[in-house]
């Protein structure tokens, strides 16, 4: 024991310093599996195998359809986002643009598929056209938006909308993820710092002891993969507070934070992804704008039968039946292109009728213990393995590099 002691006494500074390393094995390691998380989000090295991608971006469509899921099938539907709109607001919204649209797209589609013929139209005959079209025009909006209510399911897919937000987005995917685990990801780091040092004491007593090569890699090894799968474990684990030896209480700390967490993401999703903007892009240039289109093309038909009855025998007579048909099909497809234009003056209603953040905050508060681990559990049960691992890896190779120190100070 005495040998032991003087032992210690002579190379303190340098036994001294394992724990410290130790520490700051566990530290960096998890700064690494943070970052591989989220960093790089395109492959970097050379496919299939050399290099590496971002858990996260890597799976984007996974992750954006598995959170998607949650927020869809837990948090909001899409009726509840667009039943919040008032259809007959919306057109007084838009009318002054769309009044302006309204009679461009007249005048482009008359020209384009008939040379010549609108120029010939008296002026007076020109103007009346499209006065009328022009008062029409937002109560053509409000029935759209009325019938795009009444089978929302059918015009609106609000999943595929996230998704492909999401994952055109991979920043915007890594965000939702950083922003609503925020704090256990500084967590995982500190908990690198002080569970390493913990097993550092341990690992300078056993090479006291024992002197073994092998030691430094291993507890290296152990500390990289144990520091990663303990912070992990308790980020979600237990899902309710639990008291432990009757000293100390503890509840998994995303679950513990689920009002705070519940503000951070309803925000995000709410600022970035259920916007007035998308929802409106995702009704009338999403999958399912063929049904829009179709709604847009039963008023158009409507509007042209009653409006232009002053020169529709001239047009016909000059164009054929089918080529009327054409220009009709072509109104309705510029308005459908103008529409996201003019449809900017209703965001700012619209943001504040459909209120997503604070239906979000109000619904995940709703949500059971599970059921909220999902928002961010997928993000880390993907390919945490591979973490952990190179956590793992990573503490063998400093072990090793620490033993070769050792190796070549101490007597």
Not at 31 to 58: D, H, N, S, Y
Not at 158 to 186: C, H, P, W, Y
Not at 196 to 213: C, N, R
Request: charged share 25%.
């Amino acid at each position: 024991m005495g040998a032991l002691v003087d032992d210690f006494i002579e190379n303190w500074v340098l036994y001294s310093s394992i724990p410290v390393v130790a520490a700051l094995i566990g530290y960096l390691t998890k700064l690494v599996a943070i970052r591989m998380m989220f960093r790089p989000l395109e492959f970097v090295g050379v496919k299939p195998f050399l290099g590496w991608q971002g858990i996260v971006p890597k799976r984007a469509a996974r992750m954006a359809s598995i959170a998607c899921d949650t927020m869809t099938q837990q948090l909001i539907r899409p009726a509840e986002v667009v039943d919040r709109l008032d259809a007959d607001r919306i057109a007084k919204e838009i009318e002054k643009p769309l009044l302006a649209a309204v009679e461009e797209i007249v005048r482009e589609v008359a020209a384009e598929y008939q040379p010549g013929l609108w120029e010939s139209l008296p002026n007076q005959v020109q103007r009346l056209i499209i006065s009328r079209v022009q008062s029409e025009a937002p109560r053509m909006v409000g029935a759209v938006m009325d019938s795009i209510k009444a089978d929302v399911d059918e015009v609106f897919d609000l999943k595929d909308m996230v998704v492909t937000s999401l994952v055109k987005d991979k920043e915007l995917l890594n965000r939702i993820f950083q922003e609503a685990g925020r704090k256990e990801f500084q967590f995982i780091a500190r908990s690198g710092l002080y569970f390493g040092a913990v097993i550092g004491i341990v690992q300078m007593a056993v090479w006291i002891l024992f002197k073994l090569p092998i030691i430094m890699p291993l507890f290296g090894l152990f500390i990289g993969w144990f520091t990663d799968w303990l912070a992990l474990k308790m980020i979600f684990h237990p899902r309710y507070p639990v008291r432990y030896f009757g000293l100390f209480e503890w509840q998994g700390l995303f679950l513990k934070r689920r009002a705070e967490v519940s503000e951070a993401y309803a925000s995000l999703i709410a600022k970035e992804i259920i916007t007035p903007h998308n929802v409106i892009e995702a009704v009338l240039r999403g999958p399912l704008s063929d049904r829009v289109l179709r709604l847009i093309q039963r008023q158009v038909d409507e509007e042209l039968a009653k409006h232009v009855s002053v020169a529709k025998p001239l047009v016909v007579l000059a164009v054929g039946s089918k080529r009327y048909q054409e220009m009709k099909l072509g109104i309705s497809e510029q308005i459908m292109r103008r529409l996201p234009e003019t449809m900017r003056y209703v965001e700012d209603y619209a943001e504040d009728a459909m209120d997503i953040r604070n239906v979000l905050v109000r619904k995940m508060k709703e949500l059971d213990a599970e059921e909220f681990e999902g928002l961010l559990r997928p993000a880390f049960q993907q390919d945490e393995w591979i973490l952990i691992a190179t956590g793992a890896l990573l503490g063998a190779a400093v072990g090793e590099l620490q033993v070769q120190v050792l190796l070549q100070f101490s007597g």
